[in-house]
């Protein structure tokens, strides 16, 4: 009898040890299905993706952003060396456009705003509406367009030819309302001279080149299927 209460008791031990030796090994495990305790309020994975969400992510994109780019873009400052001082004004409206169009690149843009101004420049003199009128606000454009009427009454001409656009450099960025505004100090060199109904020049110079400072601003709505730049504002640099 003692020997079968001995056999039996050894039995139900060694079930209980590996009983318990399951139960840690499962119960002290990580699954990997664990909710942190540091995100209380963790959606859902399985919930369909709510608007401005994509297919398992938590994160909301923001708009224009492409997927792998957004926590980059909110975390990464950029080297903006050679466009703006870190930490600068310039710096951080550049930060706030990169975060609605990460492919914004601000060297090609200011090789973009050069050309525009070359381009603006010479339809200017020329009277050339058309073009002016893809590349200038309605406001900007309207006031282009009364210079040119003027001149046009006087009878009179203008000649500009660039020598060279010697400096382009961002001196303000902004972004409100999603709509971006980028100003840009230009400094040229270029002929221009104009003439009355007789040809005889009254204004500038037709042989020599003179150094001409400008300060433009752009604007465009980012997230817009629309790529062009508009010029929104000009002043005479300084």
Do not use: H
């Amino acid at each position: 009898m003692q020997d079968s209460f001995d056999a039996t008791t050894l039995i139900f031990l060694a079930l209980a040890v590996f009983v318990i030796w399951r139960l840690r090994s499962v119960l002290g495990q990580k699954t990997g299905t664990e909710r942190s305790p540091f995100r209380p309020v963790e959606r859902n994975r399985t919930e369909p993706p709510a608007a401005g969400r994509s297919e398992g992510d938590n994160v909301v994109r923001l708009p224009g952003a492409d997927r792998g780019q957004a926590a980059a873009v909110q975390t990464a400052p950029r080297d903006w060396r050679g466009i703006a001082e870190p930490g600068s004004a310039v710096a951080r409206g550049l930060e706030q456009v990169v975060q609605v169009e990460p492919g914004f690149e601000p060297r090609a843009f200011l090789e973009g705003a050069k050309g525009a101004y070359e381009a603006i420049v010479i339809a200017f003199a020329k009277g050339d509406r058309k073009t002016l009128r893809a590349l200038l606000s309605r406001e900007v454009c309207e006031g282009f367009e009364r210079a040119i009427s003027e001149r046009e009454k006087r009878r009179e001409t203008v000649e500009t030819t660039f020598i060279s656009i010697d400096k382009a450099e961002m001196v303000a960025v902004e972004v409100k309302n999603r709509v971006a505004q980028v100003t840009v100090r230009f400094l040229s060199n270029l002929i221009t001279a104009t003439r009355d109904a007789d040809g005889k020049v009254i204004d500038g110079n037709a042989e020599t080149g003179v150094e001409v400072p400008d300060v433009w601003t752009f604007a465009r709505t980012l997230g817009s299927r629309d790529p062009n730049w508009q010029l929104v504002a000009t002043d005479a640099g300084g």
